[in-house]
């Protein structure tokens, strides 16, 4: 991770420009999922430009930094009780990475769905998109019999998780 954080007076303010940042998108391999129920994704962001790109942020809440472009997936947030602006400083050639839950919809059909993470400046509309991830939506199950009907190959995870031999 190569990235420096800017506080206060050495703060240089963000331009919005993402436009140099690389985002890549991994999701557990083999996974489905119910509706209502979530997954880890992490992303890896890498500045890919020659020059130091700045961005703003929340100290606590970053994760408002990131969309998708699927309206039926959402990335869970948490309450934070000190909340500064900040300002993030990524050297060429360095990266970070984020990890956080997205819930799938409540009415999400069965089958295969896809999206992309955006990635963002507070502020700012320019987006940096990641590369596409596809993910299993299991029919949703709640007894025994139903779960006996989603055929073979399908392990229960708990959590409402559900791993494809």
């Given amino acids: 991770m190569t990235f420096a954080l800017l506080l206060g007076e050495t703060a240089v303010k963000a ?3 993402v436009s140099g940042l690389v985002v890549t998108a991994s999701i557990p391999a083999h996974i489905a999922i119910r509706p209502s129920s979530s997954f880890k994704a992490k992303l890896l962001v890498k500045n890919t430009t020659n020059k130091p790109i700045r961005f703003d942020t929340s100290g606590s809440s970053w ?3 990131w969309k998708t472009d699927n309206a039926k997936f ?7 009780f000190w909340n500064p602006d900040i300002t993030i400083e990524i050297q ?3 990266s970070f990475t984020d990890e956080f839950e997205v819930m799938a919809g409540p009415k999400i059909a069965p089958g295969k769905a896809t999206l992309r993470f ?4 507070e502020g700012y509309k320019q987006t940096s998109w990641s590369n596409n991830v596809t993910i ?3 029919p949703r199950a709640r007894t025994p019999v139903e779960l006996s009907q989603l ?3 399908y ?7 559900r791993e494809v031999d």
């Avoid at 959402?74 to 934070?80: D, E, K, Y």
């Avoid at 955006?118 to 400046?121: E, M, T, V």
């Fill in 15 to 17: 331009d919005g420009d």
């Fill in 63 to 65: 994760f408002n930094n």
């Fill in 74 to 80: 959402q990335i869970l947030g948490w309450s934070c």
């Fill in 92 to 94: 060429p050639g360095g």
């Fill in 118 to 121: 955006g990635f963002s400046s």
């Fill in 136 to 138: 299993l939506i299991a």
């Fill in 151 to 153: 055929g073979t190959g």
């Fill in 155 to 161: 392990r229960d995870l708990g959590k409402g998780c």
